[in-house]
């Protein structure tokens, strides 16, 4: 019996089997034209899966990027910790940890989620300034700004593949449904052209586990 297509099936099957039925329509005398009229909705929903797993790679790539400026925005966060420490082992009347880190350290900091890590790195910077701009610790302003900048605009481009990949994926969802109907067309209109039993013929059969193991035995032997 004829296999049919549902949306349960990957693309990879939507394709295999639609490429194999196209096949045996052209080998078969009159039955070209159900070839033709399916091969345009296999090559878009092919370009629609392949557009997929390009964006979800970028969207990959996305994520590593932000865990990378992430990293650089946590490395910054420890140096002007053990700076202010530092300076407040040499100053110890002009104490400035605790007010960087008004919270008893930087360890909770870095367990925060994307965006808030960056906004509280925002709000050490803003401590920092307030220190003047004569202060030791304003050498560390402007990196600090280009590790919070890095980690937003990751943030954002992360945010921004995502929807890529909802789009894409739903496109190519569209594609699969497309590609089921022409199926399920072309199946009904050889039916009315050849007959149920030779229609069959020109669509990928389901296979039962019997006939299975009947083919392997016959190519183990």
Same mark, same amino acid.
């Given at each position: 019996?004829? *296999?049919? #297509? &549902? ?5 990879? /099957?939507?394709?295999?089997?639609? #490429? ?9 005398? %009159? @039955?070209?034209? =159900? ?8 090559? /878009? ?6 557009? !997929?797993?390009? /964006? ?12 990378? &400026?992430?990293? %650089? ?5 420890? !140096? ?24 008893? %350290? ?20 803003? *401590? ?10 304003? +050498? ?8 919070? @900048? ?15 990949? *909802? ?9 699969? @449904? &497309?590609? *089921?109907?022409?199926?399920?067309? &072309?199946?009904?209109? +050889?039916?009315?052209? =050849?007959?149920?039993? =030779? @229609? ?6 389901? /296979? ?9 035995? !016959?190519?183990?032997?």
């Amino acid at each position: 019996m004829a *296999r049919q #297509l &549902n949306d349960s099936m990957s693309s990879e /099957v939507h394709i295999n089997n639609s #490429l194999r039925h196209s096949r045996s329509c052209k080998q078969t005398k %009159g @039955a070209a034209e =159900f070839a033709n009229k399916i091969d345009p909705f296999i090559s /878009v929903l092919d370009e629609k899966h392949l557009e !997929t797993k390009k /964006v979800k790679l970028l969207q990959d790539n996305a994520y590593d990027d932000l865990l990378f &400026n992430e990293g %650089g925005l946590d490395d910054r966060i420890r !140096t002007i910790s053990d700076a202010a420490k530092q300076h407040d082992r040499e100053n110890p009347a002009q104490s400035v940890y605790k007010l960087l880190f008004p919270n008893g %350290g930087y360890s909770s900091i870095l367990r925060y989620s994307f965006a808030k890590k960056a906004d509280a790195a925002e709000e050490i910077k803003e *401590r920092i300034k307030s220190l003047g701009a004569e202060h030791s610790l304003s +050498a560390q302003i402007t990196p600090l700004e280009e590790n919070i @900048a890095k980690v937003r605009s990751s943030l954002s481009a992360l945010q921004q593949a995502k929807t890529n990949v *909802r789009t894409a994926v739903a496109n190519e969802e569209v594609a699969q @449904a &497309n590609l *089921r109907k022409q199926y399920e067309h &072309n199946y009904l209109d +050889a039916i009315k052209m =050849f007959g149920k039993t =030779f @229609a069959n013929r020109l669509f990928p059969q389901t /296979v039962s586990k019997k006939k299975i193991e009947e083919i392997e035995e !016959t190519v183990d032997a």
